[in-house]
Protein backbone atom coordinates (compact mmCIF):
# COMPACT_ATOMS: atom_id res chain seq x y z
CA UNK A 1 0.00 0.00 0.00
CA UNK A 2 1.13 3.23 -0.80
CA UNK A 3 0.56 5.97 2.05
CA UNK A 4 1.61 9.42 1.81
CA UNK A 5 0.08 11.70 4.91
CA UNK A 6 1.87 14.54 4.54
CA UNK A 7 0.31 15.44 0.98
CA UNK A 8 -3.36 14.06 2.08
CA UNK A 9 -3.48 11.29 0.00
CA UNK A 10 -3.66 7.30 0.21
CA UNK A 11 -4.01 5.23 -2.61
CA UNK A 12 -4.57 1.26 -2.00
CA UNK A 13 -5.87 -1.75 -4.45
CA UNK A 14 -9.62 -1.16 -5.34
CA UNK A 15 -11.34 -3.17 -2.49
CA UNK A 16 -14.51 -5.16 -1.95
CA UNK A 17 -17.38 -5.70 0.19
CA UNK A 18 -17.84 -9.01 1.41
CA UNK A 19 -21.32 -8.55 2.41
CA UNK A 20 -24.06 -6.20 1.28
CA UNK A 21 -27.65 -5.58 0.96
CA UNK A 22 -28.90 -4.60 -2.60
CA UNK A 23 -32.70 -5.07 -1.95
CA UNK A 24 -34.30 -5.48 -5.21
CA UNK A 25 -36.34 -3.20 -7.73
CA UNK A 26 -36.71 0.14 -7.66
CA UNK A 27 -34.35 0.55 -4.52
CA UNK A 28 -31.75 -1.78 -6.04
CA UNK A 29 -31.31 0.15 -8.95
CA UNK A 30 -30.80 3.13 -6.60
CA UNK A 31 -28.15 1.93 -4.40
CA UNK A 32 -26.36 -0.39 -6.37
CA UNK A 33 -23.94 2.38 -8.09
CA UNK A 34 -23.17 3.58 -4.58
CA UNK A 35 -21.29 0.33 -3.85
CA UNK A 36 -20.09 -0.05 -7.55
CA UNK A 37 -18.39 3.05 -6.95
CA UNK A 38 -15.95 1.76 -4.84
CA UNK A 39 -15.87 -1.78 -4.49
CA UNK A 40 -15.02 -4.03 -7.49
CA UNK A 41 -16.78 -6.94 -6.41
CA UNK A 42 -19.40 -7.42 -3.67
CA UNK A 43 -20.40 -10.76 -1.93
CA UNK A 44 -24.71 -10.15 -2.53
CA UNK A 45 -26.98 -11.28 0.46
CA UNK A 46 -29.81 -13.37 -0.56
CA UNK A 47 -32.58 -12.60 2.09
CA UNK A 48 -34.83 -11.27 -0.72
CA UNK A 49 -39.00 -11.39 -0.23
CA UNK A 50 -39.42 -14.86 -0.90
CA UNK A 51 -35.53 -15.20 -0.72
CA UNK A 52 -32.88 -15.96 -3.32
CA UNK A 53 -32.57 -20.04 -2.22
CA UNK A 54 -31.39 -21.48 -5.73
CA UNK A 55 -28.99 -21.38 -8.51
CA UNK A 56 -31.48 -19.89 -10.80
CA UNK A 57 -33.19 -17.38 -8.68
CA UNK A 58 -29.46 -16.33 -7.69
CA UNK A 59 -28.81 -15.86 -11.88
CA UNK A 60 -32.02 -14.18 -12.55
CA UNK A 61 -30.90 -11.46 -8.98
CA UNK A 62 -27.62 -11.39 -10.68
CA UNK A 63 -28.98 -10.11 -14.02
CA UNK A 64 -30.98 -7.75 -12.38
CA UNK A 65 -28.17 -6.28 -10.40
CA UNK A 66 -25.74 -5.99 -13.43
CA UNK A 67 -28.75 -4.43 -15.23
CA UNK A 68 -28.93 -1.33 -12.80
CA UNK A 69 -24.83 -0.73 -12.35
CA UNK A 70 -24.28 2.53 -13.49
CA UNK A 71 -22.81 2.21 -17.23
CA UNK A 72 -18.19 2.59 -17.43
CA UNK A 73 -18.52 1.19 -13.62
CA UNK A 74 -16.68 -2.53 -13.25
CA UNK A 75 -18.32 -4.67 -10.66
CA UNK A 76 -19.30 -7.90 -10.14
CA UNK A 77 -22.05 -9.35 -7.84
CA UNK A 78 -21.03 -12.09 -6.23
CA UNK A 79 -24.06 -14.60 -4.95
CA UNK A 80 -25.13 -16.10 -2.49
CA UNK A 81 -27.88 -19.31 -1.40
CA UNK A 82 -30.08 -18.73 1.45
CA UNK A 83 -30.31 -22.09 3.02
CA UNK A 84 -33.44 -23.60 4.34
CA UNK A 85 -34.07 -26.58 6.50
CA UNK A 86 -34.67 -27.96 2.30
CA UNK A 87 -31.74 -27.19 0.58
CA UNK A 88 -30.96 -28.98 -2.26
CA UNK A 89 -27.01 -29.76 -1.79
CA UNK A 90 -26.75 -30.74 -5.08
CA UNK A 91 -28.04 -27.37 -6.56
CA UNK A 92 -25.29 -25.93 -4.50
CA UNK A 93 -22.98 -28.03 -5.78
CA UNK A 94 -23.55 -27.17 -9.22
CA UNK A 95 -24.35 -23.59 -8.91
CA UNK A 96 -21.11 -23.64 -7.37
CA UNK A 97 -19.09 -25.38 -9.88
CA UNK A 98 -21.33 -23.19 -13.04
CA UNK A 99 -19.93 -19.98 -10.77
CA UNK A 100 -23.04 -18.53 -10.38
CA UNK A 101 -23.10 -19.04 -6.46
CA UNK A 102 -19.85 -17.97 -4.54
CA UNK A 103 -21.38 -18.99 -1.37
CA UNK A 104 -24.30 -19.92 0.78
CA UNK A 105 -25.82 -17.90 3.93
CA UNK A 106 -26.91 -19.31 6.80
CA UNK A 107 -29.69 -17.16 8.65
CA UNK A 108 -31.06 -18.72 12.19
CA UNK A 109 -34.61 -18.57 11.45
CA UNK A 110 -36.55 -14.73 12.40
CA UNK A 111 -32.68 -13.49 13.27
CA UNK A 112 -33.18 -10.72 11.29
CA UNK A 113 -34.83 -8.87 8.13
CA UNK A 114 -36.34 -11.12 5.95
CA UNK A 115 -35.16 -14.34 7.47
CA UNK A 116 -38.25 -16.35 8.30
CA UNK A 117 -37.96 -19.23 5.55
CA UNK A 118 -34.01 -19.41 8.12
CA UNK A 119 -32.63 -22.52 9.13
CA UNK A 120 -34.32 -23.99 12.60
CA UNK A 121 -32.19 -26.31 13.32
CA UNK A 122 -28.77 -26.48 11.87
CA UNK A 123 -28.15 -29.61 12.72
CA UNK A 124 -30.68 -30.59 9.75
CA UNK A 125 -27.90 -29.03 7.52
CA UNK A 126 -24.78 -31.82 8.22
CA UNK A 127 -24.84 -33.03 4.53
CA UNK A 128 -24.94 -29.97 2.92
CA UNK A 129 -22.04 -28.75 5.20
CA UNK A 130 -20.18 -31.73 4.19
CA UNK A 131 -20.53 -31.16 0.69
CA UNK A 132 -19.71 -27.20 1.14
CA UNK A 133 -16.30 -28.37 2.31
CA UNK A 134 -15.73 -31.07 -0.73
CA UNK A 135 -15.81 -28.45 -2.90
CA UNK A 136 -14.69 -25.37 -0.71
CA UNK A 137 -17.89 -22.96 -0.63
CA UNK A 138 -17.91 -20.68 1.71
CA UNK A 139 -20.22 -20.88 4.78
CA UNK A 140 -21.35 -17.01 5.62
CA UNK A 141 -22.91 -17.12 9.15
CA UNK A 142 -25.37 -14.83 10.89
CA UNK A 143 -24.32 -15.54 14.15
CA UNK A 144 -27.06 -15.30 16.45
CA UNK A 145 -29.36 -17.60 18.56
CA UNK A 146 -33.24 -16.34 18.57
CA UNK A 147 -35.18 -17.49 21.70
CA UNK A 148 -36.90 -15.12 23.22
CA UNK A 149 -35.59 -15.67 26.58
CA UNK A 150 -31.73 -14.89 25.40
CA UNK A 151 -30.96 -11.07 25.85
CA UNK A 152 -30.47 -9.14 22.35
CA UNK A 153 -26.94 -8.09 23.80
CA UNK A 154 -26.11 -11.91 24.50
CA UNK A 155 -27.14 -13.69 21.33
CA UNK A 156 -23.96 -13.87 19.43
CA UNK A 157 -21.95 -14.72 22.39
CA UNK A 158 -24.38 -17.02 23.16
CA UNK A 159 -24.61 -18.49 19.55
CA UNK A 160 -20.62 -18.98 19.40
CA UNK A 161 -20.71 -21.13 22.26
CA UNK A 162 -23.87 -23.18 21.15
CA UNK A 163 -24.05 -23.50 17.25
CA UNK A 164 -20.77 -21.98 16.12
CA UNK A 165 -18.26 -23.71 18.04
CA UNK A 166 -19.58 -26.87 17.72
CA UNK A 167 -19.97 -26.75 13.77
CA UNK A 168 -16.22 -25.59 13.25
CA UNK A 169 -15.22 -28.66 15.58
CA UNK A 170 -17.03 -31.16 13.41
CA UNK A 171 -16.35 -29.56 10.12
CA UNK A 172 -12.43 -28.30 10.64
CA UNK A 173 -12.59 -28.52 6.52
CA UNK A 174 -15.35 -26.17 5.88
CA UNK A 175 -14.69 -22.58 5.45
CA UNK A 176 -16.60 -20.35 7.37
CA UNK A 177 -17.18 -16.64 7.44
CA UNK A 178 -18.68 -15.20 10.82
CA UNK A 179 -20.01 -11.93 9.09
CA UNK A 180 -20.43 -8.80 11.05
CA UNK A 181 -19.02 -9.79 14.51
CA UNK A 182 -19.99 -7.46 17.13
CA UNK A 183 -18.43 -8.67 20.37
CA UNK A 184 -15.29 -9.21 22.41
CA UNK A 185 -15.93 -12.76 21.87
CA UNK A 186 -16.24 -13.22 18.40
CA UNK A 187 -12.70 -11.83 17.99
CA UNK A 188 -11.60 -14.37 20.48
CA UNK A 189 -13.38 -17.21 18.81
CA UNK A 190 -11.76 -15.90 15.26
CA UNK A 191 -8.58 -15.76 16.85
CA UNK A 192 -8.46 -19.42 18.00
CA UNK A 193 -9.64 -21.19 15.20
CA UNK A 194 -8.01 -22.61 12.20
CA UNK A 195 -7.61 -20.67 9.02
CA UNK A 196 -11.10 -21.91 7.95
CA UNK A 197 -12.49 -19.14 9.72
CA UNK A 198 -12.31 -15.89 9.18
CA UNK A 199 -14.53 -12.62 9.90
CA UNK A 200 -15.95 -9.21 8.67
CA UNK A 201 -16.48 -6.21 10.28
CA UNK A 202 -18.75 -3.55 9.43
CA UNK A 203 -17.68 0.27 9.79
CA UNK A 204 -20.66 0.83 12.19
CA UNK A 205 -19.49 -1.44 14.86
CA UNK A 206 -16.12 0.35 14.56
CA UNK A 207 -17.38 3.21 14.69
CA UNK A 208 -20.39 3.45 17.21
CA UNK A 209 -21.68 1.40 20.53
CA UNK A 210 -25.00 1.10 21.99
CA UNK A 211 -25.00 4.09 23.28
CA UNK A 212 -25.51 5.26 20.01
CA UNK A 213 -29.16 4.10 19.81
CA UNK A 214 -30.28 5.12 23.54
CA UNK A 215 -28.85 8.13 24.70
CA UNK A 216 -30.87 11.02 24.15
CA UNK A 217 -33.63 9.37 22.70
CA UNK A 218 -34.13 6.21 20.51
CA UNK A 219 -32.13 6.78 17.46
CA UNK A 220 -33.51 3.80 14.75
CA UNK A 221 -30.61 5.28 12.44
CA UNK A 222 -27.93 3.60 14.68
CA UNK A 223 -30.25 0.14 15.27
CA UNK A 224 -29.15 -2.42 13.25
CA UNK A 225 -28.87 -6.38 13.57
CA UNK A 226 -26.84 -7.73 15.41
CA UNK A 227 -27.29 -4.55 17.52
CA UNK A 228 -23.88 -2.78 18.83
CA UNK A 229 -22.44 -3.66 21.95
CA UNK A 230 -20.99 -2.00 24.78
CA UNK A 231 -17.77 -0.07 24.54
CA UNK A 232 -15.13 -3.09 25.00
CA UNK A 233 -16.66 -5.18 22.56
CA UNK A 234 -16.07 -1.80 19.78
CA UNK A 235 -12.43 -1.68 20.60
CA UNK A 236 -12.15 -5.35 20.37
CA UNK A 237 -13.55 -4.71 17.15
CA UNK A 238 -10.44 -2.23 15.92
CA UNK A 239 -7.91 -3.59 17.86
CA UNK A 240 -8.97 -7.36 15.26
CA UNK A 241 -9.69 -4.99 12.19
CA UNK A 242 -6.23 -2.94 12.48
CA UNK A 243 -4.22 -6.10 13.92
CA UNK A 244 -2.92 -7.09 10.49
CA UNK A 245 -4.37 -10.21 10.59
CA UNK A 246 -5.54 -12.25 7.42
CA UNK A 247 -8.93 -13.09 9.59
CA UNK A 248 -10.57 -9.92 9.17
CA UNK A 249 -11.80 -8.31 5.94
CA UNK A 250 -14.04 -5.47 4.92
CA UNK A 251 -17.93 -6.15 5.05
CA UNK A 252 -20.41 -3.32 5.62
CA UNK A 253 -23.52 -5.06 5.99
CA UNK A 254 -24.72 -2.40 4.32
CA UNK A 255 -28.50 -2.23 4.74
CA UNK A 256 -31.15 0.44 2.89
CA UNK A 257 -34.52 0.90 4.25
CA UNK A 258 -36.88 3.34 3.50
CA UNK A 259 -36.88 6.66 6.01
CA UNK A 260 -40.11 5.71 7.27
CA UNK A 261 -39.59 2.56 7.81
CA UNK A 262 -36.47 3.14 9.97
CA UNK A 263 -38.31 5.74 11.94
CA UNK A 264 -41.70 3.62 12.50
CA UNK A 265 -43.03 2.05 15.88
CA UNK A 266 -41.49 -1.01 15.04
CA UNK A 267 -38.54 0.35 12.96
CA UNK A 268 -36.45 -2.06 10.36
CA UNK A 269 -32.84 -3.57 11.55
CA UNK A 270 -30.50 -1.69 9.09
CA UNK A 271 -27.60 0.64 8.74
CA UNK A 272 -27.24 2.24 4.70
CA UNK A 273 -23.36 2.93 4.97
CA UNK A 274 -22.79 2.21 1.57
CA UNK A 275 -22.51 5.81 -0.04
CA UNK A 276 -19.18 6.55 2.27
CA UNK A 277 -18.15 3.42 3.60
CA UNK A 278 -14.35 2.82 2.56
CA UNK A 279 -14.22 6.55 4.21
CA UNK A 280 -15.81 5.34 7.10
CA UNK A 281 -13.62 2.72 7.29
CA UNK A 282 -10.69 5.04 6.28
CA UNK A 283 -11.04 7.45 9.58
CA UNK A 284 -11.31 4.07 11.96
CA UNK A 285 -7.66 2.84 10.32
CA UNK A 286 -6.41 6.68 10.77
CA UNK A 287 -7.54 7.26 14.60
CA UNK A 288 -5.75 3.26 15.38
CA UNK A 289 -2.57 4.74 13.47
CA UNK A 290 -2.88 1.64 11.40
CA UNK A 291 -3.59 3.00 7.64
CA UNK A 292 -0.26 0.92 6.72
CA UNK A 293 -2.57 -2.06 7.61
CA UNK A 294 -5.82 -0.56 5.81
CA UNK A 295 -5.15 -2.10 2.36
CA UNK A 296 -4.65 -5.88 3.51
CA UNK A 297 -8.59 -5.34 5.39
CA UNK A 298 -10.48 -3.69 2.48
CA UNK A 299 -8.46 -5.51 -0.73
CA UNK A 300 -6.63 -8.28 -0.22
CA UNK A 301 -7.50 -10.63 3.10
CA UNK A 302 -11.00 -10.85 1.61
CA UNK A 303 -10.19 -12.10 -1.65
CA UNK A 304 -7.50 -14.37 0.00
CA UNK A 305 -9.80 -16.33 1.94
CA UNK A 306 -12.47 -16.99 -1.20
CA UNK A 307 -9.84 -18.34 -3.59
CA UNK A 308 -9.89 -14.96 -5.93
CA UNK A 309 -7.16 -12.78 -7.24
CA UNK A 310 -7.08 -9.65 -5.42
CA UNK A 311 -7.74 -6.65 -8.01
CA UNK A 312 -5.51 -4.97 -10.14
CA UNK A 313 -7.05 -1.25 -10.28
CA UNK A 314 -6.32 1.19 -7.59
CA UNK A 315 -8.44 3.81 -5.94
CA UNK A 316 -7.49 7.32 -4.01
CA UNK A 317 -8.53 8.96 -0.79
CA UNK A 318 -7.83 12.17 -0.45
CA UNK A 319 -7.58 13.85 2.83
CA UNK A 320 -10.67 16.49 2.68
CA UNK A 321 -13.25 16.94 5.05
CA UNK A 322 -16.55 16.60 3.81
CA UNK A 323 -20.51 16.75 5.58
CA UNK A 324 -22.58 13.31 4.80
CA UNK A 325 -25.36 14.61 3.77
CA UNK A 326 -28.77 13.83 5.73
CA UNK A 327 -30.54 11.69 3.28
CA UNK A 328 -29.70 9.74 -0.57
CA UNK A 329 -32.44 9.69 -2.78
CA UNK A 330 -32.98 6.20 -3.65
CA UNK A 331 -35.70 6.24 -7.00
CA UNK A 332 -37.88 7.93 -5.12
CA UNK A 333 -37.30 6.27 -1.41
CA UNK A 334 -35.52 8.54 1.27
CA UNK A 335 -33.13 6.56 2.76
CA UNK A 336 -30.62 8.32 5.89
CA UNK A 337 -27.11 7.01 5.24
CA UNK A 338 -24.67 6.02 8.01
CA UNK A 339 -22.72 9.74 9.12
CA UNK A 340 -25.70 11.06 7.79
CA UNK A 341 -24.65 15.31 9.19
CA UNK A 342 -21.01 13.89 10.61
CA UNK A 343 -17.97 15.14 9.38
CA UNK A 344 -15.39 12.86 7.45
CA UNK A 345 -11.81 13.27 6.96
CA UNK A 346 -11.13 11.11 4.02
CA UNK A 347 -12.86 11.40 0.73
CA UNK A 348 -13.05 8.75 -2.41
CA UNK A 349 -11.25 10.92 -5.43
CA UNK A 350 -13.04 10.56 -8.48
Given at each position: MKSAPQTGVLTIRRPDDWHVHLRDGAVMEGVVGYTARQFARAIVMPNLSPPVTTTALAAQYRERILGAVPKGRGFTPL????????????DLVRGHA???????????????????????DIRKLEPIFERMAEIGMPLLVHG?????????FDREAEFIERI???????????????EHITTS???????????????????????INRNAMLVGGIRPHAYCLPVAKREQHRLALRDAATSGSAKYFLGTDSAPHAREDKESACGCAGIFNAPFAIESYAAVFEEEGALDKFEAFA??????????PVNE?????????HEVCGEVDANGTAIVPFHAGETLGWRLAG
Open positions: MTAYLTDSTDAEEGVLTAAKLYPANATTNSAHGVTEVTEDHIDVLAPLVERRPGLKVVFQAVEFVNSTNENVAATITPQHLHSINGPRFYGLEKITLEKIQ
